[in-house]
């Protein structure tokens, strides 16, 4: 069961909501957490009939007490991986912890290059030749954690940002469903800062799985 954190558009969640849809990730979306109560992310939601949920961190005197609403949330749904899709907050390492090797981000850019907010636009404003899209696992230091999948592309001459941010969204509506499918898969394994993808027949699976009575 997934849980999608969002703040915005959520484009990235109507691709992950297609790819469930189209049958090419094998997993549900139990809940939609928008910190916004614009988000359209919301909408796209309430439309796929997933439980779409406002938490207002205004109405929270501390920021731990608003990760503890997202955290039991995300729990009362029997959320087992967290994907942060345009997630606009900072998480705490408490928020970290109770979701080990459980989140998954999105970046627009190749990390270690061009973290925060602005990944396209610091790349084409570098003057960069290649950029791209990141998934990672999400630790406790900001785009940070262990690369799951990666995908470069090349800017183009005179390159405006509105265009390289469609180009790089087209990749990333691309990327995180193969990203989640893969962790569904059981195919990913962490070892340190080092992702490990399993090619689709080595997957070992317990006997009692394979061989069925
Ligand atoms: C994406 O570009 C993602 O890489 C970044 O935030 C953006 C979210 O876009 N983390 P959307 O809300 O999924 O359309």
């Known amino acids: 069961m997934i849980g999608v954190?969002?703040?915005?558009?959520?484009?990235?969640?109507?691709?992950?909501?297609?790819?469930?849809?189209?049958?090419?990730?094998?997993?549900?979306?139990?809940?939609?957490?928008?910190?916004?109560?614009?988000?359209?992310?919301?909408?796209?939601?309430?439309?796929?009939?997933?439980?779409?949920?406002?938490?207002?961190?205004?109405?929270?005197?501390?920021?731990?007490a608003f990760e503890q609403a997202m955290i039991q949330t995300l729990r009362a749904r029997r959320v087992q991986l967290v994907c942060l899709a345009g997630f606009m907050r900072l998480l705490s390492p408490v928020f970290v912890r109770a979701f080990p090797r459980r989140i998954l981000n999105i970046h627009p850019a190749l990390l270690p290059a061009f973290p925060g907010a602005h990944g396209v636009r610091d790349a084409l404003t570098w003057g960069a030749k290649v950029t791209g899209v990141t998934i990672h696992f999400v630790d406790e230091q900001v785009d940070h954690g262990p690369i799951v999948l990666q995908e470069a592309l090349a800017i183009q001459s005179g390159e405006r940002e509105a265009e390289l941010v469609k180009r790089v969204h087209a990749i990333e509506h691309r990327l995180y469903p193969e990203a989640i499918q893969l962790i569904a898969e059981g195919r990913v394994r962490v070892d340190g800062r080092r992702v490990t993808i399993r090619s689709a027949g080595s997957v070992h699976r317990p006997p009692s799985t394979v061989h069925k009575k």
């Open 5 to 64: 954190l969002c703040s915005g558009q959520g484009t990235n969640l109507q691709a992950i909501i297609d790819a469930i849809a189209a049958g090419r990730v094998n997993a549900r979306i139990g809940v939609v957490i928008s910190d916004r109560s614009d988000a359209f992310a919301l909408t796209r939601a309430t439309a796929a009939g997933i439980p779409a949920c406002w938490i207002d961190p205004k109405s929270f005197p501390i920021r731990g």
